[in-house]
């Protein structure tokens, strides 16, 4: 394989915040040269390998294909919290050349990151290798370490949200049901309904209305064409919207 001085890598994700936060992994590294992309957007440049971050993801990640037919992307690995058999799976099929787990350190992705350039299909669940389940297969319990900080960023933590309560919300502005929701985080229904209770008293809203107009003003909706929306919501300055 050609030698190279640094590995150039896109940062794949269709929100601001995300992508700055999973630059800040790579700073310092001479290892590697990091391309941040615009949110939502793709690399045009000839990269070695992309960096694909699930959150708020459709579940059947169509841009991951999409990145993965790209002819100057050598390399797609998947980067999520969802370290279930069936997510990684999906996310395979989809057309990504790896996982990697969030619940590894910065210095484990990118060692995975090597190895993928390298040419290993790199599958890196964390948690011992095997993901932490309870009555339902895939279901995180441990909710203290799926919300804890972690390298990088998501929308909505700057008003108090965790990493899967955002997570959840974006999906909610997306127009998922509570049992989509649950499907795409390998979650039980209730714990959506836990984390859906527990966000909308952070964000001030009764409703699944509010919230989506909530999620538009304050960086956790999809960045897509405008909506409908009704005019003047403020962002979140402490007081109810």
């Known amino acids: 394989m050609e030698e190279v001085s640094s590995v150039t890598v896109a940062l794949v994700n269709d929100y601001e915040v995300v992508v700055r936060g999973l630059a800040q992994m790579f700073s310092g590294d001479d290892r590697f040269r990091v391309i941040e992309l615009e949110a939502g957007g793709l ?46 799976n999906r996310v395979l099929d989809a057309g990504a050349d790896g996982f990697v787990s969030k619940t590894l350190g910065a210095e484990e992705l990118l060692d995975a990151l090597l190895r993928a350039h390298a040419g290993e299909r790199v599958v890196e669940v964390g948690s011992g290798g ?71 008293r952070k964000m001030e809203v009764e409703r699944r209305s509010q919230a989506v107009r909530w999620a538009h003003a304050n960086g956790l909706a999809r960045p897509v064409a405008p909506t409908d929306l009704e005019p003047s919501v403020p962002a979140m300055n402490g007081n109810s919207a």
């Open 130 to 200: 095997q993901p932490r389940t309870a009555a339902s297969p895939g279901e995180v319990t441990d909710e203290v370490s799926a919300d804890e900080p972690r390298p990088g960023d998501w929308p909505g933590r700057a008003f108090g949200l965790t990493y899967r309560e955002a997570e959840v919300v974006a999906l909610v502005s997306d127009a998922l049901t509570n049992a989509e929701i649950a499907d795409r985080l390998f979650l039980s229904i209730n714990s959506v309904k836990s984390h859906i209770r527990s966000a909308y």
């Open 43 to 88: 690399p045009e440049a000839p990269v070695h390998v992309a960096l694909y971050d699930t959150f708020g993801t459709s579940p059947h990640h169509e841009r991951l294909t999409q990145l993965s037919e790209l002819p100057h992307v050598g390399r797609v690995v998947a980067y999520s919290w969802d370290a279930d058999p069936n997510h990684v």
